[in-house]
């Protein structure tokens, strides 16, 4: 699984929960907390996920966060 499918796994298992990227760096055992953003940067323009100042829901701290904010399909498979 690539840096960006575990990031999104955990995410949509974590369903509309804001994370920052130090804290989705430490739940998904990523060292580098740059990689992260660079990774949740690419998401901003994806449909199903939302990238905001917010209350990360791991260290309840306001900050930028990422969030899955609706069901995505899968790529590759039927709708």
């Known amino acids: 699984m690539t840096l960006m499918q575990q990031l999104r796994s955990y995410l949509r298992e974590h369903f509309n929960q804001p994370y920052c990227d130090e804290c989705l760096s430490r739940m998904v055992q990523i060292p580098s907390r740059r990689l992260v953003t660079q ?41």
């Open 39 to 79: 990774k949740m940067s690419a998401l901003e323009h994806d449909p199903g996920f939302t990238r905001q100042a917010s209350l990360c829901a791991g260290c309840q701290t306001e900050t930028l966060t990422t969030r899955a904010s609706m069901v995505a399909i899968p790529v590759g498979s039927a709708a």
